[in-house]
Structure formats: C-alpha cells, structure tokens
C-alpha cells in the first residue's frame, strides 16, 4: 500500500489544521494506522494511531484533547485533526500502517508515507 500526507502549511498559534492520508494500491480499511512527527533535529515521534475499524484510538499526552484521528474507509483516508497548535507542533508528519493487529498493538508500522510540514506561528 503506498500513502500519501497532506495538509500541513502554516498556522498561527490557537489556530486548527486537517492532515490527511490517503492510500493506494490497497484499501487502507484493513490497517491500522499511525500518525508520527519529526521536529528538526529530533528524533520522529508517536501522535496518534486508530485501529482498522476505528474503535480503537489512542493519543501522545502531548496532543490529547487537541488532535482527534478519525478513518472514512470508503475514502481510504485516515485524519488527523489538529485543534489548538502551539509552536511546539511544529515538524513534519507521517502517517503509516500497519500490516496485522499485532503489529499495531505493539505500535509497530510496515508502510510509511512520505511528511507534510506543518509549522506554527508564535
């Protein structure tokens, strides 16, 4: 499956971005699927994640209450809303999936897509 990210650009402080990760090559209903980010000269970093069905989501500390990660299978898109940035936001963002439930489990990813740079204004 390839993905793809998209939807970072430039916000200020307070303000709210949608990223999105679209695949192809195979539905994205049967992975579950992690957000990551890498600030500069830092090492990439779990946000969030979301199993296949959507039930199951789960949240860095830093970005809970302020991200939400959804799935509309029938797009084969996977969502990451951004409310509240803060400067710290800042990095560029991945999604990737997972190839079976344990892998997901265990926070483990197969298919990585390539960044979309978010940056937030002070």
């Known amino acids: 499956v390839q993905l793809q990210a998209s939807g970072g650009g430039l916000v200020q402080a307070g303000g709210s971005l949608r990223l999105s990760c679209a695949a192809s090559?195979?539905?994205?209903?049967?992975?579950?699927i992690g957000w990551f980010r890498q600030a500069p000269g830092k090492e990439r970093a779990f946000v969030s994640r979301?199993?296949?069905?959507?039930?199951?989501?789960y949240y860095e500390s830093s970005v809970k209450g302020r991200f939400t990660i959804s799935r509309d299978n029938a797009k084969n898109t996977v969502y990451l809303h951004m409310n509240s940035l803060k400067p710290e936001d800042t990095a560029s963002y991945y999604c990737?999936?997972?190839?079976?439930?344990?892998?997901?489990?265990?926070?483990?990813?197969?298919?990585w897509g390539q960044g979309t740079l978010v940056t937030v204004s002070s």
């Open positions: 090559g195979r539905t994205l209903g049967t992975y579950g």
């Open positions: 979301i199993s296949w069905s959507g039930v199951y989501t």
């Open positions: 990737a999936a997972a190839i079976s439930g344990r892998r997901w489990l265990e926070n483990m990813y197969d298919y």
